[in-house]
């Protein structure tokens, strides 16, 4: 498999995000973005934090998932909690791991954090174990700070974040 070009990903979220203000309609189209130009993706989307240590479900691409997740817990809870991008080889491995499909084995999942609060989560699955490499970590995380500068100001006044 090709490694992904997330230069040229950047660009296009760059440019269907443009002019609009709205955080789910952009954040909804990076998610069909994202797992439309990603090869052996099953899952592509965002978890927000709108309770206290709490990511709730929000835009994405694939099965029905699970609707809240503690900061903590499981991959994506691991990724709020510490704020680093967690790279998961095998899900299987990982403690806690959070079943939604059962198709998953590989995922990656980026912290959202503004204004120093943690927004929400970027996460990635994939049926292939070792599909994500340090290549797609590091350029899923740019993608994070790109979608950092978004405008999360209508969540961050709304939530208790
Ligand atoms: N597997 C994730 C839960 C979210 S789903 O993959 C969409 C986790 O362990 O955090």
Request: glycine share 6%; aromatic share 8%; with cysteine.
């Amino acid at each position: 498999m090709s490694k992904t070009d997330y230069d040229l990903v950047l660009a296009q979220a760059e440019a269907i995000t443009s002019g609009e203000p709205d955080l789910i309609a952009n954040l909804s189209n990076i998610s069909a973005l994202v797992y439309d130009h990603l090869a052996d993706v099953n899952w592509v989307g965002f978890y927000l934090t709108r309770a206290p240590e709490t990511l709730v479900l929000g835009p994405f691409q694939g099965k029905v998932a699970c609707l809240r997740i503690a900061f903590g817990q499981g991959v994506c809870g691991a990724a709020a909690a510490t704020r680093t991008t967690q790279l998961v080889h095998d899900v299987h491995e990982f403690s806690g791991h959070i079943a939604c499909d059962s198709a998953s084995n590989a995922e990656v999942v980026v912290p959202l954090i503004v204004e120093q609060r943690v927004v929400g989560v970027f996460d990635l699955d994939s049926p292939t174990v070792s599909r994500f490499t340090q290549h797609d970590a590091d350029g899923l995380s740019k993608l994070g700070r790109f979608i950092e500068s978004l405008n999360w100001s209508q969540l961050l006044e709304a939530e208790n974040v």
